[in-house]
């Protein structure tokens, strides 16, 4: 069985795009020779630092990076819900699989960087051969636990979606990329910076260390090595035996995990959720159909899973952009965390309707110009809202942080803008680019919800193009010496016409579109992969062109998968 399963998982993979896979082989080679580097390279004082704080990295990306990219659901155990076999069986076999990629096998040439440093740090050659030869096991008890560790972390997030604590555990993971992204080098300047050092002498003694190289496990395998080194067989052994007791564990924990699951999908709720008793309390909505979509809207924010891992992404983003510049020196870039909150909202909602899986068949039956109207302003401003709230929040602790209440003004106006602007946006490219995702009841990873590269990309940089005069206006205002009155009105002026432009002209295309095109943008998230737009027409049809042909790429991946 656990042959045919590596056939499948390389007959998915050969499926993929070609220069995705080359690009992870890559930067795969490029992270295990600078892991071999590092250890060639460090001084007899600072190897073992070095080495322990390497293999953390090894271990800490296997743990966030499938979870992030969904790289590890190749093989998904649901696909083999229905098959005969047993289920301890099955999660051993999908484990095993695992082992057989590019990931392994440049997490295993990582790994191996410990016989480097047993053989560097040998003093004679009969020692030199019993070091090798325990670090050569140590090096593949650690290749097991990282790969188990990772499958068990992916499966427990999958799970863990179904609660609010999953949720938020998710968020974390996804606003500390993106915050790392856009405010990373504050910190990774100084570290580059203090490379030399630390190649010299390590943490020099210190409690990172001692939680590198003695409590996490990736660092057992060097205390292995040293015990050899010294001769004390014993303590070699205990620590192989730790390692192989924690590899064992997380391989068990994995299979469980990765074992088909049935059952109810979600945990019973004990008590109707804060935010319908906020609504359905004394009326707040209007009783209309804009105030019914607002409503729905601002429920599935609060409630669905999926929908309330993107505000918390963007509130952890926020956060985290603040903390690195903080960190860095630069409290200044800590005025972004509400903006940074703000910015999200286009990107988001750029398959605001993807998200909802087939749920516009509603509109398709009871299809008339006013639902269309009611639908479409509806979600703009649910997006406005749901998004609005913590990033207002986030800005007040954030201006009191940078020093004075003369930023209020400048961050108020980017987010004022941000937030029109990036809902008139979503509303246009969540319609044009729709993309199938995984159906909401049937959703595991955090990235079952479908996205579209494309889309995002588009969404960014036109929100780019159509804030740069209110953040132009805004960064002036705020490190002026002395800003005059007309100014401060000027820059408040432009932020809500923005807000207000950008917001009414991008739900009057959604709206547009869907009048003519309703059905097309139905069948797209019915029937993944049907192509109903052609390749030429105006820019909305091109855009949607291209969604299409990305939907097609998903669908015949996942026949592949499925066999169907």
Do not use: C
Not at 361 to 371: E, I, N
């Amino acid at each position: 069985m656990v042959g045919r399963l590596i056939r499948l998982r390389f007959a998915i993979q050969r499926h993929t795009t070609a220069w995705k896979r080359q690009l992870g082989l890559g930067l795969g080679l490029v992270a295990g020779a600078l892991t071999w580097a590092a250890v060639l390279l460090a001084a007899p004082a600072g190897r073992a630092d070095v080495l322990a704080f390497a293999l953390a990295g090894w271990l800490a990306g296997w743990l966030v990076g499938p979870v992030l990219t969904s790289g590890a659901a190749v093989l998904r155990p649901e696909y083999f819900a229905l098959l005969p076999l047993p289920r301890r069986r099955l999660g051993f076999g999908l484990l095993a699989s695992v082992f057989v990629g590019v990931g392994a096998a440049v997490t295993a040439l990582a790994v191996l960087a410990v016989i480097a440093y047993a053989v560097v740090a040998a003093e004679a050659p009969a020692v030199a051969v019993a070091a090798v030869a325990v670090a050569v096991l140590a090096a593949a008890l650690l290749l097991v636990l990282v790969v188990a560790l990772s499958r068990a972390t992916y499966a427990l997030v999958g799970a863990a979606m179904r609660t609010r604590v999953g949720v938020e555990l998710a968020a974390v993971q996804y606003g500390l990329l993106l915050s790392g992204t856009i405010a990373g080098w504050l910190l990774v300047s100084p570290v580059v910076n203090g490379v030399p050092v630390f190649l010299a002498g390590g943490f020099a003694g210190g409690p990172a260390g001692t939680v590198l190289g003695w409590w996490l496990p990736s660092g057992w395998p060097l205390r292995a090595v040293d015990a050899a080194l010294a001769g004390d067989v014993p303590a070699a052994l205990g620590w192989l035996t730790a390692l192989a007791v924690a590899a064992g564990l997380a391989a068990l924990a994995a299979a469980v995990l990765l074992a088909p699951a049935v059952g109810p999908r979600t945990a019973r709720r004990r008590h109707r959720p804060l935010g319908s008793r906020a609504l359905t309390g004394p009326r707040l909505l209007p009783a209309t159909p804009l105030g019914a979509v607002l409503g729905k809207e601002l429920r599935s924010w609060w409630r669905d899973p999926w929908r309330s891992l993107e505000i918390r992404t963007a509130i952890w983003f926020g956060i985290f952009t603040a903390l690195f510049g903080v960190l860095g020196g630069m409290p200044e870039v800590a005025l972004l965390a509400g903006p940074a909150v703000a910015l999200v909202v286009a990107l988001t909602g750029a398959n605001l309707y993807g998200q909802d899986g087939t749920a516009l068949w509603q509109l398709v039956v009871a299809q008339s110009p006013r639902a269309l109207r009611a639908d479409v302003r509806g979600r703009q401003l649910g997006m406005a809202v749901a998004f609005g709230v913590p990033a207002a929040l986030l800005s007040v602790p954030t201006v009191a942080l940078a020093g004075g209440t003369g930023y209020a003004l400048p961050v108020a106006a980017v987010v004022v803008a941000a937030l029109g602007v990036g809902s008139g946006l979503a509303a246009v490219v969540s319609v044009v680019a729709a993309t199938p995702g995984v159906e909401p009841h049937e959703r595991v990873n955090a990235n079952d919800a479908g996205e579209n590269s494309l889309a995002i990309q588009v969404s960014f940089w036109l929100m780019m193009v159509l804030l740069a005069p209110t953040l132009a206006m805004a960064v002036g205002l705020a490190f002026a010496p002395d800003p005059s009155g007309w100014f401060a009105a000027a820059t408040a002026a432009v932020a809500v016409g923005s807000a207000l432009v950008g917001s009414w002209a991008g739900g009057a295309v959604a709206v547009a579109r869907l009048q003519a095109r309703l059905p097309e943008t139905f069948a797209r998230l019915r029937y993944p992969g049907t192509v109903v737009t052609a390749a030429g027409g105006d820019v909305l049809d091109r855009l949607a062109h291209q969604a299409e042909a990305a939907a097609v790429q998903a669908a015949a991946a996942r026949e592949v998968r499925t066999g169907r």
